[in-house]
């Protein structure tokens, strides 16, 4: 698995791996944006800093995988795949680790919950 991570995202990745969540927020229009990238979606500005969040979020959608994952995820199965609503606004797909799939739900409560798969530190999270 590749771990290249371009450079404007290097601040992100530091922070997960200190069990901070942070997403981009635009210097010219005020949004927030999440995953992170080198411009503005919204405004195209190139303007961007990084402000910390609570980690607060609600499942948006999720879908557990049982079988045929990508061969390099085979060994997870079963894993779940969720896209959060952040309290903040902004929606990211992650993955929901330390909980019952069958247990999961659309609009319920979950917290950012950095865990370490294949070696990398990874914005997950959990059931709260
Ligand atoms: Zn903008």
């Not at 503005?40 to 303007?47: I, N």
């Not at 994952?69 to 992650?94: H, N, Q």
Request: hydrophobic share 35%; proline share 8%; glycine share 6%.
């Amino acid at each position: 698995m590749s771990s290249e991570r371009p450079a404007f995202s290097r601040e992100f990745w530091e922070a997960v791996e200190r069990g901070e969540l942070l997403v981009q927020k635009c210097l010219s229009c005020g949004g927030l944006q999440m995953y992170p990238r080198r411009s503005c979606v919204a405004c195209s500005a190139s303007e961007i800093t990084y402000v910390p969040v609570s980690g607060q979020g609600k499942i948006y959608t999720f879908s557990t995988v049982l079988k045929y994952a990508p061969s390099d995820f085979a060994e997870d199965v079963p894993y779940t795949l969720a896209v959060v609503t952040l309290d903040e606004g902004p929606r990211m797909l992650t993955r929901i680790v330390d909980s019952d799939p069958d247990g999961l739900r659309c609009d319920m409560p979950v917290k950012f919950a950095p865990s370490e798969i294949h070696g990398q530190v990874l914005p997950t999270f959990t059931a709260a």
